[in-house]
Structure formats: structure tokens, C-alpha cells
């Protein structure tokens, strides 16, 4: 087995290989600007270290977000275009599910949390979960303050942007492809299609019809 991960839904794009027991190699870069010029570079340098190529791997995870249209849809198209090429299947996850995942193995609360990421426009997209990781609520998107996570710690950005929204920040800030390969083999997340989860609307829509002036 050789899984390569990969992430861009927030401003960290984040790639990782797994061999089905460790994580080989993993590469993250926080630039909210760059994410088309970073992604594949990234997969390149973990390969690399990792003493594998391409043809290697047997499978791919990418997380679907929520996150904004513009970076998210980098690393969709990169899973689907490698795993159409590579003939390999592509297991989307829940970009939120992955930070839970994260929290879980870095340091556990102990206690209810919630997962917020910047989401603009003051908002946050955002997950609540149980003691255990299991999701309670979500994933939606809207103000910190109304997704009911007063009094709980919470992971992702939005943590830190809106502090009187939750009780405390909790790490870690950005989803890891470290954490989402490792989830995927354990099998602790809910496997979804590589589509992006947006919840939003975009800013461009199509004009609507114009009424005619004419009258009959």
C-alpha cells in the first residue's frame, strides 16, 4: 500500500505518504496565494524523500473541504486528474473530520470540541464533535458565535480569529495530510466522492432572465 494524501482547503497546502503503517514523508506550505504553484511541487519533494514515484502508488485521499472555491478545487483536480492517469481510487474526506482526527492524536480534550476554519466574510465553516471525535453537528458555515460552541475548545483557524466564540484554541490550527492518511488507513473518518464540499453559494451568478417591456 501507498497512499498520498493531500489537502488544500485553507491557506496550508499539505501533502503526505503512507505506506499502510507510518507516515514516509510530509511537506506543508501556509501561503493562501499559492496554492497551484505549490501543490505539486509538494507531491514531488514527499516522493522523493520517500524514494517512491507515481506509478507506486495505489491509492489517493484529498480533503473536500468545506473551504473556499479557489484554493479547494487545486487539490480536487489534482487527486481526480492523478487517479484517472494512475487508474487509482480517490477517498474524499471531510477537511474538518481530518482536524477532529488531528486533535485527537495530538492531545485530547477530554470534553466536547468544535472544529472552525476561516470561512471570510466573518464566518467560519465549522463541525462540532463528541469527547470521542464523532460528529455531533455540521459541517455548516456562519458567525462563530451561532454554531453553539460556547464554553467548548475548538480546533482550525477560526479558533484563533474568533476567541469569544469558544473557550479555548485547540491545535491543530491547519488540516495535516499526515493526519488524513493516517485517518483513511485506520479508518476512522467517513469516506466520501472527491467533490468539494463549498456550503456557500458563489459570488458569480448567472443573470437571471430579463423581463420583457413589451406588453400584449
Known sequence: MLLLALDTSTPAVTVALHDGERVL????????????????PLVTDVLARAGAGRRDLTEL????????????????????????VLDLP????????VL???????????EPFAVATDARRREVYWARYDSDGARAGGPDVGPAGDIG??????????????????????DPEYPSAAHLAAAVVAQAVEILSPDPLYLRRPDATPPSARKSVLTR
Open 149 to 170: 460552541a460556547h464554553g467548548r475548545p475548538a480546533a482550525g483557524a477560526g479558533a484563533r480569529l474568533y476567541p469569544d466564540a469558544f473557550a479555548r484554541a485547540l
Open 61 to 84: 485521499a484529498v480533503g473536500v473541504g468545506p473551504g473556499p472555491f479557489t484554493g479547494l478545487r487545486v487539490g480536487l483536480a489534482a487527486a481526480r486528474t492523478m487517479g484517472a
Open 90 to 97: 480517490v477517498r474524499g474526506v471531510c477537511s474538518l473530520d
Open 25 to 40: 514523508a510530509e511537506a506543508t506550505n501556509v501561503d493562501p496565494r499559492r496554492h497551484t504553484e505549490l501543490l505539486m
Open 100 to 110: 477532529a482526527y488531528g486533535v485527537l492524536a495530538a492531545d485530547p480534550p477530554g
